[in-house]
């Protein structure tokens, strides 16, 4: 079956580490964005993209980045933790264009913390 | 961009009764208003949503209505159930042509009291 996974679920690392969260999915959806979830913030948008070799900024992308070379996957790659940073990240993906207002199908999340 | 404010930040019910969760939001462009369901350490899964087109929507025990003119679209859960306490997140599109990324509310948590 389709689905949408994501990597490490769990990860604690020290500040000033790069850290790499793998985001992978089947369904061959163009658009792939990565949220993080913070108690009283909700879902907050990192960066998205779509298609491959598009990316975008979300509200919340300072000391994120991500890249798109194929269609399945979305890294997002945090280039020096910050303590700030600890957070439940997930992933999402949707089918159709830019413009089409689909369902956002969410990975299962991962827990990162920043020591 | 969009602004999504969502209320009450929790909310406490007893079985049976009904459940009514609120969003406002900015951009009078959007049209396109989803609501997530999250259960504890799940991953938020969308139960229903809204075009702009049409005013209210049904799914069985859940219903959700808008209101363009006043920019606020709302949950409602009647008869209420044990499995529907979780956190529910509303969210909005910005205006056409900008995309469908999405702003999502802060969440409600429902509680429903057996």
């Known amino acids: 079956d389709a689905e949408i996974t994501q990597s490490p679920r769990h990860k604690i690392t020290e500040t000033g580490r790069q850290v790499t969260l793998a985001c992978h999915q089947t369904?061959?959806?163009?658009?792939m964005f990565w949220y993080r979830q913070d108690l009283g913030h909700g879902l907050r948008l990192i960066h998205y993209?779509?298609?491959?070799?598009?990316?975008n900024k979300g509200e919340v992308s300072d000391g994120y980045s991500v890249s798109r070379s194929n269609t399945e996957d979305l890294p997002l790659t945090l280039e020096s933790a910050a303590s700030s940073q600890t957070s439940v990240y997930f992933c999402?993906?949707?089918?159709?264009?830019?413009?089409?207002?689909?369902?956002?199908?969410f990975g299962p999340g991962t827990r990162l913390t920043v020591l | 961009g969009e602004n999504v404010e969502q209320h009450p930040s929790t909310l406490s019910v007893q079985e049976g009764d009904s459940a009514v969760i609120k969003c406002t939001y900015s951009?009078?462009?959007?049209?396109?208003f989803p609501w997530y369901k999250q259960e504890l350490g799940k991953r938020p899964q969308l139960i229903i949503d809204?075009?702009?087109?049409?005013g209210e929507k049904k799914d069985q025990r859940i219903a959700v209505t808008l209101n363009k003119t006043a920019k606020h679209f709302s949950l409602h859960i009647t008869e209420t159930q044990p499995e529907d306490s979780a956190v529910y997140f509303c969210?909005?599109?910005?205006?056409?042509?900008?995309?469908?990324?999405?702003?999502f509310g802060g969440g409600t948590r429902v509680l429903v009291k057996p």
């Open positions: 369904w061959n959806h163009n658009n």
């Open positions: 993209s779509y298609g491959v070799h598009d990316t």
């Open positions: 951009d009078s462009a959007s049209n396109y």
């Open positions: 999402a993906s949707s089918e159709g264009g830019p413009d089409d207002y689909n369902e956002q199908f």
């Open positions: 969210a909005a599109p910005p205006g056409k042509a900008a995309g469908n990324k999405l702003t």
């Open positions: 809204i075009r702009s087109n049409v």
